[in-house]
């Protein structure tokens, strides 16, 4: 019997994909299902049994929190990486990190084929068919939800008449969790003008005091929060979220261009990611140099939206990854951030590496480190070039 992997989160597409491969197509389904933050331990087992319940031969759960952290995440915090200034790529990278460990799965079972439950119309299709073809080439990508151009009623007819018994009720908005943040999609979402009320956000706001938090980073990483040190980075992220999302801290939504050329708008809370980026640029501000600034943007700024594109495995991506780590070296320090209802304010640092010193001078009150007189000729030969430049583009005027 030839063997499939599906990558399966228990949803009505992948399972639709399970009972469509064994039953109809004769296919050994071996699923797995790739937790990158989003799941309890009671949900994994819940998805496990379904599984099993739906006949797959053998079912995988992989934590690849940790892994994503180190592979992704990591990076995206040297990088401060927004796309479009907005988002923070909550499900982008995590779709890279499942489908590496899908491809894996399909080594270790040498199976025949690989199949995921995408639609036709979003950006997921092109990112899991890009790593399969890369990790796994020749290997068989099959995709009964895309190929068939099934609605989800005819999915749903289908499951009916397979006797499946599962919740076929459509929820108001559709929910994707993760370590570096939750995506949310909703009839608002599908039109360019309206947000999403207070009861479509997954994390609700309890917290109405504010409360001031620390964030301690070592090399560009953070390691504790309130001085609470945690032997993971994914660990501390966790923790903070639990602190700010209660605050409905770090919603939005994103506007972006897709893969397939299409715009779309997306919602997604995303509070601890959020408050860990602007206080790790916070505290970068500080211990780099200008230039050290200047090309970490422009450098990050390609990272984000090549990864958000499904181009991790790019090479350019591991040279631009070293950049940024050997940017980090002074990335270390203490952050100071309140938060508030909806909102949070970084109110400062402190860090050894701070260049921010007063025995350098106070900017706009008294300078140790030069003389007036030192600033007057700094001045002239500074802007020298481009004195001469409109010297003789005068005198040629006045010629013509």
């Not at 495995?313 to 938060?339: C, H, T, Y």
């Not at 590496?353 to 600033?375: A, I, Q």
Request: hydrophobic share 40%; with cysteine.
């Amino acid at each position: 019997m030839k063997k499939v992997v599906l990558g399966f989160s228990g949803g009505l597409d992948t399972t639709y994909c399970v009972k469509y491969l064994s039953e109809d197509k004769g296919y050994e389904v071996h699923s797995i299902i790739v937790n990158t933050g989003g799941f309890d331990a009671a949900e994994l087992a819940r998805i496990e049994a379904h599984a099993y319940a739906l006949g797959v031969k053998t079912h995988t759960t992989v934590d690849a929190v940790k892994t994503y952290y180190d592979r992704m995440i990591k990076y995206l915090v040297f990088g401060n990486v927004l796309k479009n200034n907005t988002y923070p790529l909550s499900v982008s990278a995590e779709r890279l990190m499942q489908a590496l460990h899908i491809a894996e799965h399909v080594k270790t079972h040498q199976a025949n084929a690989v199949a995921h439950g995408s639609t036709g119309a979003g950006n997921d299709q092109v990112r899991f068919d890009m790593i399969f073809n890369i990790m796994i080439p020749g290997v068989e990508i099959i995709t009964p939800i895309r190929d068939l151009r099934l609605s989800r009623e005819e999915e749903i007819t289908y499951l009916k008449n397979k006797k499946v018994d599962m919740n076929f009720d459509k929820a108001a908005y559709s929910i994707n969790k993760g370590l570096w943040g939750t995506s949310v999609g909703g009839k608002e979402t599908l039109q360019s003008k309206g947000m999403l009320p207070e009861e479509a956000w997954p994390t609700q706001v309890t917290k109405t005091t504010g409360e001031e938090v620390s964030l301690t980073f070592e090399k560009g990483e953070l390691i504790a929060v309130n001085d609470e040190t945690f032997s993971h980075p994914a660990d501390a992220i966790q923790h903070l979220q639990s602190l700010a999302g209660p605050f409905g801290i770090g919603r939005d939504i994103h506007v972006g261009d897709t893969i397939i050329g299409i715009k779309g708008r997306v919602g997604f809370e995303a509070a601890a990611p959020m408050v860990i980026l602007k206080a790790h640029h916070a505290l970068e501000k500080h211990v780099l140099t200008k230039w050290q600034l200047s090309w970490k943007d422009t450098i990050a700024n390609f990272y984000g939206n090549w990864m958000h594109e499904g181009q991790i495995l790019d090479p350019v991506m591991r040279d631009i990854e070293a950049f940024l780590q050997s940017a980090q070296q002074n990335v270390s320090g203490k952050v100071f951030v309140q938060l508030m209802p909806y909102r949070f304010q970084v109110i400062g640092i402190e860090s050894k590496y701070d260049l921010m010193n007063s025995k350098f001078g106070k900017y706009g009150e008294m300078n140790n480190g030069w003389t007036g007189d030192d600033v007057r000729g700094f001045s002239k030969i500074f802007g020298n070039q481009t004195a001469m430049f409109h010297m003789v583009k005068s005198d040629a005027d006045e010629k013509d």
